[in-house]
């Protein structure tokens, strides 16, 4: 079942046609990979499909509502959450503070306590910083203060904008693990990515973008194999 369906999604940077008529569904318990090269439109999507940028045209379903004119903030409030593209914590306030900000759609504040603990047994390092300053983290737990952050809501749809940037190999394969284990407790995961090796590793399925328009979908096993992104993406 389609938790998310993206239907004939088109937007414009003034006369720039950044997305042609995109097309593209993330079932519910899937991780779903949207890979391609610099400027394919890959934020692009995951930004317009969450509100925090408009679209000139087309269709935005997620669990069975129209979302395609609903405000970002309202958007978190039905069970989806972004982690952007280069962390954006909020870099003055602390470990703990950031997490805070994560809950603010939550009206249960009996469970925060719990949501709390739960964040620092899966982010053991968030636990041993949770009082320090944000912005001192090293690039790696910045990463994972992001993630911890976006799951404070408890998305159903866990959005990645290219988690792994600007780590070191050894903290790429740590986050990729940390997501295997977000997708089995039950967050179904859309992931924008440039390691196209890593994430088609762990998807269900994926999409390749090129300059705004999807042109090959597939599993990710189905793409890995592929001869089209072995030589566009895997250095094949």
Sequence with gaps: MALLEVKDLTVHYGV??????????????????LIGANGAGKTT?????????????????????????????KIV??????????????????????LLMGAYSEKNNQSFKADIENIYARFPRLSERRNQIAGTLSG??????????????????????????????LLVDQVFEIIKDIN????????????????????????????GSIVLSGTGEELAGSEMVKKAYLGG
């Design 140 to 169: 790696g737990e910045q990463q994972m203060l992001a993630m911890g952050r976006a799951l404070m809501s408890h998305p159903k749809l866990l959005m990645l904008d290219e988690p792994s940037m600007g780590l070191s190999p």
């Design 77 to 98: 409030h039905h069970k989806m959450s972004q982690v952007p593209e280069g962390r954006r914590i909020f870099q003055e306030l602390t470990v703990y503070e950031n």
């Design 16 to 33: 720039i046609g950044a997305l042609k008529g995109i097309s593209f569904e993330v079932n519910e318990g899937e991780i779903v990979t």
């Design 184 to 211: 089995k407790d039950g967050t179904t995961i859309l992931l924008v990515e440039q390691n196209a090796g890593k994430s088609l590793a762990i998807s269900d399925r994926a999409y390749v973008l090129e300059t």
């Design 45 to 73: 999507t995951m930004q317009s499909v969450i509100g925090l940028i408009p679209k000139s045209g087309g269709t935005v379903i997620y669990d069975g509502v129209d979302i395609t004119k609903m405000p970002c903030h």
